[in-house]
């Protein structure tokens, strides 16, 4: 790799208080490094950040999906976003989902993420964004178990309907933020995929009886925390009687329950205006009904007790999945690594950076 791991001088003075800062590449490994351990320091500075969000300190426009007319299966996404607060970072991620990589041995999902300098604009950093993207979705799952289930029986079963890397992230993060299991219940429509899942939590040293569910109504009539972590484009649960126990539901994937399961539901979501697009199943229940009274209010209006849970009907988290989130547990393994001196600069990135010549 170019670069250096201290910082280089900032080049090319602009007006006064503005420089150009230097850019740094930042590997998934180094990203790993610094996330490993600290999951509940996560979970917090995602509730923070989606505080923030909520008192509009951020910008965070619509996602734009770049679809493949010879590839429907795949998709790119580019999640633009702006945090204010103490965090003051611009910036983007962009992850792409070729779900037939899978048969081929490698990961589903790539990303990177960059962040711009709040001040200049400019460009500071480009880092492998996956771990990060997956960082992001587990602590917020995390964080709104903690809160939907409060005043509620503790949860003795939790079942993974969909076994990759996104559900293997929420598991570490449950664990890590206090969450034992008695049951722990798994199905996936790939053998391979629920067997690899369960070699996970075996070596884990995972507490509870482990079960592969054949059938996915066995598998939520069976949770009471039930986590959908898909890579579905339409609805495949359709029967609301297999919710009759009332179970808090991670609807991560945000396109598995049909709207008549929603209808019967309290629902909590992460953005009002974010989930009710691109054909997800909130967006669906909109247009089924013509309103949006389907819809409870936000994890921010739980967590800041604007909005009560109910014990006597299922209860669906639906987050679409915030950029600034990205950039906030981004921005966190920037800090970390520059305090450590360990990030690595890309000398001369920028060219032509005087005005004039």
Same mark, same amino acid.
């Given at each position: 790799?170019?670069?250096?791991?201290?910082?280089?001088? +900032?080049?090319?003075?602009?007006?006064?208080?503005?420089?150009?800062?230097?850019?740094?590449?930042?590997?998934?490994?180094?990203?790993?490094?610094?996330?490993?351990?600290?999951?509940?320091?996560?979970?917090?500075?995602?509730?923070?950040?989606?505080?923030?969000?909520?008192?509009?300190?951020?910008?965070?426009?619509?996602?734009?999906?770049?679809?493949?007319?010879?590839?429907?299966?795949?998709?790119?996404?580019?999640?633009?976003?702006?945090?204010?607060?103490?965090?003051?970072?611009?910036?983007?991620?962009?992850?792409?989902?070729?779900?037939?990589?899978? +048969?081929?041995?490698?990961?589903?999902?790539?990303?990177? *993420?960059?962040?711009?300098?709040?001040?200049?604009?400019?460009?500071?950093?480009?880092?492998?964004?996956?771990?990060?993207?997956?960082?992001?979705?587990?602590?917020?799952? +995390?964080?709104?178990?903690?809160?939907?289930?409060?005043?509620?029986?503790?949860?003795?079963?939790?079942?993974?309907?969909?076994?990759?890397?996104?559900?293997?992230?929420?598991?570490?993060?449950?664990?890590?933020?206090?969450?034992?299991?008695?049951?722990?219940?798994?199905?996936?429509?790939?053998?391979?995929?629920?067997?690899?899942?369960?070699?996970?939590?075996?070596?884990?040293?995972?507490? $509870?009886?482990?079960?592969?569910?054949?059938?996915?109504?066995? *598998?939520?009539?069976?949770?009471?925390?039930?986590?959908?972590?898909?890579?579905? $484009?339409?609805?495949?649960?359709?029967?609301?009687?297999?919710?009759?126990?009332?179970?808090?539901?991670?609807?991560?994937?945000?396109?598995?329950?049909?709207?008549?399961?929603?209808?019967?539901?309290?629902?909590?979501?992460?953005?009002?205006?974010?989930?009710?697009? +691109?054909?997800?199943?909130?967006?669906?229940?909109?247009?089924?009904?013509?309103?949006?009274?389907?819809?409870?209010?936000?994890?921010?209006?739980?967590?800041?007790?604007?909005?009560?849970?109910?014990?006597?009907?299922?209860?669906?988290?639906?987050?679409?999945?915030?950029?600034?989130?990205?950039?906030?547990?981004?921005?966190?393994?920037?800090?970390?690594?520059?305090?450590?001196?360990?990030?690595?600069?890309?000398?001369?990135?920028?060219?032509?950076?005087?005005?004039?010549?």
């Amino acid at each position: 790799m170019t670069g250096t791991s201290s910082r280089p001088a +900032a080049p090319a003075p602009a007006e006064a208080g503005r420089v150009v800062p230097p850019f740094a590449v930042v590997p998934g490994i180094q990203v790993e490094q610094v996330l490993k351990g600290r999951e509940k320091q996560l979970v917090e500075l995602v509730e923070a950040t989606y505080l923030l969000h909520s008192a509009g300190q951020s910008v965070n426009p619509a996602s734009y999906f770049l679809r493949f007319p010879d590839r429907p299966s795949s998709r790119i996404i580019a999640l633009p976003a702006s945090l204010g607060g103490s965090v003051q970072v611009d910036g983007l991620k962009w992850i792409s989902s070729f779900p037939e990589n899978v +048969a081929a041995g490698i990961p589903r999902a790539s990303a990177v *993420l960059i962040l711009n300098d709040h001040t200049t604009g400019y460009p500071f950093a480009c880092l492998e964004a996956s771990l990060i993207s997956a960082t992001r979705t587990a602590a917020s799952a +995390a964080l709104a178990t903690g809160w939907l289930c409060r005043g509620r029986p503790r949860p003795t079963r939790v079942g993974f309907f969909g076994a990759g890397l996104i559900a293997r992230y929420i598991h570490t993060f449950l664990t890590a933020t206090g969450w034992s299991f008695d049951e722990i219940g798994i199905h996936d429509l790939s053998t391979d995929s629920a067997a690899g899942f369960r070699c996970y939590l075996e070596q884990s040293d995972t507490p $509870g009886r482990i079960t592969v569910h054949d059938s996915p109504e066995d *598998l939520i009539r069976y949770s009471d925390v039930v986590v959908f972590a898909t890579v579905a $484009g339409t609805p495949h649960v359709h029967d609301p009687s297999w919710f009759s126990h009332n179970p808090v539901v991670l609807h991560v994937s945000l396109r598995d329950l049909a709207p008549e399961i929603l209808l019967g539901s309290t629902n909590i979501v992460d953005d009002v205006e974010h989930c009710l697009k +691109a054909d997800t199943s909130p967006h669906l229940a909109e247009q089924l009904t013509g309103s949006r009274d389907f819809l409870h209010g936000t994890l921010t209006d739980v967590m800041t007790g604007q909005v009560g849970v109910p014990r006597d009907r299922p209860v669906v988290f639906s987050p679409f999945g915030l950029g600034v989130l990205d950039l906030a547990v981004g921005k966190f393994v920037y800090d970390e690594l520059e305090r450590s001196g360990e990030l690595h600069f890309s000398k001369d990135f920028f060219h032509g950076l005087r005005r004039y010549g």
